[in-house]
C-alpha cells in the first residue's frame, strides 16, 4: 500500500460535548478532510479514567490498529501507552518528557491579556476566581498578576476546588465582600457564569458593581449570561489543525519524535459584563458609553463631541487625562477589537468586515491594524484561524 493509500486511524479521548474540545475537533477535521485518508475512534470523555482504564485503551488501540491517540488523560498509568509504540498527544499538559506530545493552551499569556485589559478600563480592584488543583489556573493567575506588576492594585483572591458541594456559598461570600467597582477575572467561562449568576441573587450588578472577564468564549455560557460575558478567546481550532498537520508528518515519517502545539489566546471578545470603566468624569463616561455602542457607525469627531457640553479641547484634555489615550485613539481601539474578532470567526472579506466595523478608509486599514495589533489583519487571521 503506498503512504497516500494509508488510513490513519486516532482514537479521540476528547469531552466532545465541551466547546473547547470540539473547536479542536474542528480544527482537526478542517486538515484531514483535505489532507490523505484518516479515521477516528471516539472513547466517550470519563469512560477512559474508570477502573483499568489504561489497559482498556491499550487493549482496544491494539485491536483497531490505532496509529496514534488524542486527548484528555487523568490516569497515573498513562506510561502503559508508551507500550503501543504510536504517538500520543495529550490534551491536559502531562509532563510525557520525551515520550508524549502535548497540546498546550499559552496559560501565562491569557493571564496577561487579562491584566492589560481591566488597567485600559482604569480598574484599581483587581480580582481572580481560580481552581485550586488546576495547574492551568494557576498559570493563568501567575500571568494576572506578573501583568498587574508593582503598580497600586488592590488585590482579591479566591481559589475554589471543583468537588467542593458548597462552592457557590464561598464564592457568594467572597463576592460579597469584594469593593465596588471591583474587575474579576475568571479563569474559565463556567466559573465566570456563576459569577453572574450570584451577582443576581445578592443585588450585585454587573458590571457597575462588579466587571467579569471569562476565558474560552463559550458562546452558550456567555450569551446565556444577563449580561453576557466577555471573554478572552483561545486559538483552539488553530491549534487542532496543527495538530493533525503535525502528526501527519510524524506517520509519514517526514518527523520523529514528540511535539507540541502551543494554542495561542487571541484577545478578548468584549461583551455587557465589562462594558464599565473606573472612571468619576461623567463627561468622559458619557463619551466612552456613546463610542461603545456606536464605533461601527460612520462616526465623525463632530458626532462624538455632541453628547457632552465641552468645547473640542476640552473633552480632549479630560477625555486624555482620564484614559491616557485620545478620543480618536479609543475609537480605533474598539473597530481594531471588534475587527480582529470577525477576522477569527468568520472566513468573511477584509474589507467587508472593515466596514462593518466602522473603517471607511479601506486604504489605511491594515496600516491602523498594525498599528494596534504588529501584524496586518491577513498575517493575524493566518496566526490565529484556519480558513
Known amino acids: 500500500m503506498m503512504e497516500s493509500d494509508k488510513i490513519i486511524r486516532v482514537i479521540l479521548l476528547l469531552d466532545h460535548t465541551g466547546e473547547v474540545d470540539r473547536r479542536l475537533l474542528r480544527g482537526m477535521v478542517r486538515y484531514t478532510k483535505a489532507n490523505g485518508r484518516w479515521a477516528f475512534y471516539r472513547i466517550p470523555y ?4 474508570k477502573e483499568n482504564s489504561a489497559e482498556f485503551v491499550v487493549r482496544w488501540a491494539k485491536k483497531w490498529k490505532a496509529d496514534a491517540i488524542i486527548g484528555r488523560w487523568e490516569d497515573d498509568k498513562y506510561d502503559l501507552l508508551h507500550t503501543l509504540n504510536i504517538p500520543i498527544i495529550f490534551r491536559n499538559n502531562i509532563d ?9 493552551s499559552d496559560n501565562v499569556e491569557v493571564g496577561r491579556i487579562a491584566a492589560r485589559y481591566f488597567k485600559k478600563r ?38 475554589n476546588i471543583r468537588s467542593d458541594r458548597d462552592e457557590r456559598s464561598g464564592i457568594t461570600q467572597w463576592l460579597k465582600s469584594l469593593p465596588r467597582r471591583t474587575a474579576v477575572f475568571c479563569c474559565e467561562d463556567a ?3 456563576m459569577v453572574t449568576e450570584i451577582c443576581q441573587l445578592i443585588g450585585r450588578s454587573v458590571p457597575e458593581d462588579i466587571a467579569v472577564l471569562g476565558v474560552d468564549d463559550d458562546e452558550l455560557l456567555c450569551e446565556i449570561s444577563d449580561p453576557p460575558i466577555s471573554s478572552i478567546q483561545l486559538g483552539v481550532e488553530q491549534g487542532g489543525y496543527e495538530v493533525c498537520r503535525l502528526l501527519h508528518q510524524v506517520v509519514l515519517k517526514n518527523q520523529t519524535g514528540p ?3 502551543i494554542i495561542h489566546p487571541m484577545g478578548v471578545h468584549e461583551r455587557g459584563s465589562t462594558l464599565v470603566h473606573n472612571i468619576v468624569d461623567d463627561h468622559v463616561l458619557t463619551l466612552l458609553s456613546f463610542i461603545d ?13 455632541k453628547q457632552v457640553p465641552l468645547s473640542r479641547r476640552s473633552a480632549e484634555i479630560r477625555f486624555k487625562k482620564a484614559m491616557g489615550i485620545t478620543i480618536y485613539r479609543y475609537l480605533l481601539s474598539v473597530r481594531v ?7 477569527c470567526v468568520t472566513d468573511r472579506p477584509l474589507k467587508d468586515i472593515a466596514y462593518e466595523v466602522g473603517f471607511r478608509d ?10 494596534f495589533k504588529g501584524c496586518t489583519p491577513l498575517e493575524f487571521r493566518h496566526r490565529y484561524c484556519v480558513i
Open 191 to 193: 466559573s465566570a457564569l
Open 259 to 261: 511535539f507540541n502545539v
Open 122 to 159: 482604569l480598574f484599581t480592584n483587581l480580582a481572580f476566581l481560580g481552581i485550586s488543583d488546576k495547574s492551568w489556573s494557576e498559570e493563568r493567575e501567575k500571568g494576572f498578576i506578573e501583568e498587574l506588576g508593582a503598580d497600586h492594585y488592590q488585590y482579591f483572591c479566591y481559589k
Open 293 to 305: 455602542r456606536n464605533f461601527s457607525s460612520d462616526l465623525k469627531m463632530e458626532d462624538i463631541l
Open 46 to 49: 470519563g469512560s477512559h479514567m
Open 337 to 343: 477589537e471588534h475587527m480582529a474578532h470577525l477576522l
Open 96 to 104: 510525557g518528557g520525551e515520550r508524549y506530545s502535548n497540546i498546550k
Open 362 to 371: 479601506l486604504f489605511n486599514v491594515s496600516r491602523t491594524f498594525s498599528k
